[in-house]
T-cell receptor, first 116, second 115 residues
Framework: AQSVTQLDSQVPVFEEAPVELRCNYS??????LFWYVQYPNQGLQLLLK??????LVKGINGFEAEFNKSQTSFHLRKPSVHISDTAEYFC??????????????FGTGTRLTIIP | KAGVTQTPRYLIKTRGQQVTLSCSPI?????VSWYQQTPGQGLQFLFE???????NKGNFPGRFSGRQFSNSRSEMNVSTLELGDSALYLC??????????????FGPGTRLTVL
């Protein structure tokens, strides 16, 4: 079974500073990787995904993530954050299966707070 | 293209009652998944439907059930509500589970409060 670990439950960052949200996963088979963002009182919005190809993935709102297979990590980064980035961020994995894609497994989330 | 819609957005019930939540997927999407989100347990997978058939199920008691209609709309039902069922219930739709690059898109959720 796969699992996802988000190492930081809360990350405070000053506005215009860079940020990295960490995500590690464990799986005995290949996976697809996702980052979702959840703003207060809303559902989840897809930020970016890694399916195959280039290990550096660019998403919406200036976010990017790098897939590192040897370290089983998929950390999310943004070079300069804005107040509007205040939200909860979820990393998720999905097994690659010959029987059809398996369910998404989510990490526990990282609450990103931007300090003006 | 309209996103995933969920109704109602907010719901208050009392213990022992039952509740039905509805989800309309993005047009053309045939797979619908349901998740429960709570502060203590985070996001947990409930079940997934495709072509009116449940193809995947999480570790929830039988009080939680669902179904999917021929137009891909889905409902989930919780019977004999307990206080611990208070949560945000999220629905996600995708093209089809067999698609190798399948991506799930989420609705805004239904906030259920059990008193």
């Amino acid at each position: 079974a796969q699992s996802v670990t988000q190492l930081d439950s809360q990350v405070p960052v000053f506005e215009e500073a860079p940020v990295e949200l960490r995500c590690n996963y464990s799986s005995s088979v290949s996976v697809y990787l996702f980052w979702y963002v959840q703003y207060p009182n809303q559902g989840l919005q897809l930020l970016l995904k890694y399916l195959s190809g280039s290990t550096l993935v660019k998403g919406i709102n200036g976010f990017e993530a790098e897939f590192n297979k040897s370290q089983t990590s998929f950390h999310l980064r943004k070079p300069s954050v804005h107040i509007s980035d205040t939200a909860e961020y979820f990393c998720a994995v999905r097994l690659i299966s010959n029987f059809g894609n398996e369910k998404l497994t989510f990490g526990t989330g990282t609450r990103l707070t931007i300090i003006p | 293209k309209a996103g995933v819609t969920q109704t109602p957005r907010y719901l208050i019930k009392t213990r022992g009652q039952q509740v039905t939540l509805s989800c309309s997927p993005i047009s053309g999407h045939r797979s619908v998944s349901w998740y429960q989100q709570t502060p203590g347990q985070g996001l947990q997978f409930l079940f997934e439907y495709f072509s009116e058939t449940q193809r995947n199920k999480g570790n929830f008691p039988g009080r939680f059930s669902g179904r999917q209609f021929s137009n891909s709309r889905s409902e989930m039902n919780v019977s004999t509500l307990e206080l611990g069922d208070s949560a945000l219930y999220l629905c996600a739709s995708s093209l089809a589970p067999s698609a190798r690059t399948d991506t799930q898109y989420f609705g805004p959720g239904t906030r259920l409060t059990v008193l």
